[in-house]
């Protein structure tokens, strides 16, 4: 549809794939040499100026790669949710994608030692064996990539405050326009692009808990499963006012959510700080 095809190209636009011609950027071109959705290829990108590309690999290959986590068989659902808490990162879900994938490769290496296989593993941790080792050949294949276009790869630093706000500005670099805002309190959130209003999918490691945050950035928006959003993580409006494209910006309709980021820009820009001095 040409409507489809407009926002496919002001998307790019707005990934800076584009040149004022409507051809692919030096950035575009780079982009367009991995097999990813351009947001993702942008994020890739991005960490290597956010030195957490060993991160954002593991990330990317495990978003790519089917749902790891496998539906609970009836009667188990609180001992399923009870494993996928082990995993849990308090960041948000990418995070935790990257936990589940460390932890497989842990398991993998220790099965031949202790005789206790890899699929008998992801079977007590209610997950998908075969989404988690189409993940790894994703990811070797990404790191690949990364190599014949001589791309550098940090060395990995999960864990550290550092690395962790390194992936928050990597994933926002390119899923800038996936933001949505808690409107009430209550996990119903507000997307800042088209105003739907959507709540956290059940695999989500911030469902059923108490600690529902307010401004988060997720990979993908579900109409079909009950309007929901999926691999959500939390990002503050200031990391998001850093990295948005202001142009980008300027265009989204208005909200109260567009209001309070304006604050933030308000406050951030010059001679605040000399007017907080002076009241």
């Known amino acids: 549809a040409p409507e489809s095809l407009m926002q496919a190209l002001e998307d790019l636009d707005y990934l ?3 040149d004022n011609d409507g051809n692919l950027s030096e950035f575009g ?3 367009s040499e991995f097999p990813l959705d351009p947001q993702l290829s942008k994020s890739i990108l991005a960490s290597c100026e956010f030195e957490c590309v060993d991160e954002m690999l593991t990330i990317a290959a495990m978003l790519i790669a089917p749902n790891c986590f496998l539906p609970a068989p009836p009667g188990t ?3 399923a949710l009870t494993c996928w808490r082990k995993f849990s990162h308090p960041a948000g879900d990418h995070f935790t994608l990257i936990n589940v994938f460390n932890a497989f490769k842990e398991a993998s290496a220790n099965s031949a030692s202790q005789h206790y296989s890899n699929e008998k ?3 007590d941790y209610f997950l998908s064996c075969s989404a988690l080792r189409t993940a790894e050949i994703i990811r070797t294949e990404l790191v690949e990539i990364m190599k014949r276009i001589e ?3 940090s060395e990995p630093d999960f864990g550290s405050k550092e690395n962790t706000l390194s992936i928050k500005k990597s994933l926002l670099s390119g899923y800038f326009m996936h933001i949505a805002r808690d409107i009430d309190g209550s996990g119903n959130y507000l997307m800042l692009t088209d105003r739907q209003v959507a709540q956290l999918h059940p695999f989500s490691s911030y469902y059923n808990t108490r600690r529902i ?9 579900s109409i079909s499963e009950a309007n929901s959003i999926h691999v959500v ?11 948005v494209p202001q142009y980008y910006f300027s265009n989204l309709p208005p909200s109260e959510s567009k209001d309070i980021l304006q604050e933030v ?3 951030l820009s010059p001679g605040s700080a000399v007017k907080e001095e002076q009241q």
């Open 233 to 243: 993580s939390e990002i503050s409006p200031d990391l998001f006012m850093e990295l």
């Open 121 to 123: 593993w992801c079977r």
């Open 151 to 153: 791309l550098p790869i």
């Open 29 to 31: 071109i780079i982009m």
């Open 77 to 79: 659902e609180e001992i």
């Open 213 to 221: 945050p307010e401004w988060v950035l997720f990979h993908e928006f």
């Open 265 to 267: 820009i308000n406050h």
């Open 16 to 18: 800076a794939a584009l």
